[in-house]
């Protein structure tokens, strides 16, 4: 029961991927500048903007770090 509340919660990764390039854009960060802050490749912060990839938490930890929001704010479905 548990991890049906918690999966119903969670992102898709293309949910996930529309709220990080809307987070982006409304810091006015370009791809390279978020990708370079965060230390992660461009390219694979453009396939987590596509859906593509699914991140891990580390990876959530550094996004939020470089958008400086929290990583609950960062995975909310209804935060757009």
Do not use: C
Not at 9 to 36: D, N, V, Y
């Amino acid at each position: 029961m548990m991890s049906t509340i918690v999966d119903s919660m969670s992102p898709t990764p293309r949910q996930f991927g529309k709220r990080l390039r809307a987070l982006r854009e409304a810091a006015g960060r370009s791809q390279g500048q978020l990708a370079h802050k965060a230390g992660i490749s461009r390219v694979y912060l453009n396939q987590l903007e596509a859906g593509t990839r699914d991140p891990s938490l580390s990876i959530l930890t550094r996004l939020a770090r470089a958008l400086e929001v929290s990583v609950a704010a960062l995975v909310s479905a209804g935060g757009d």
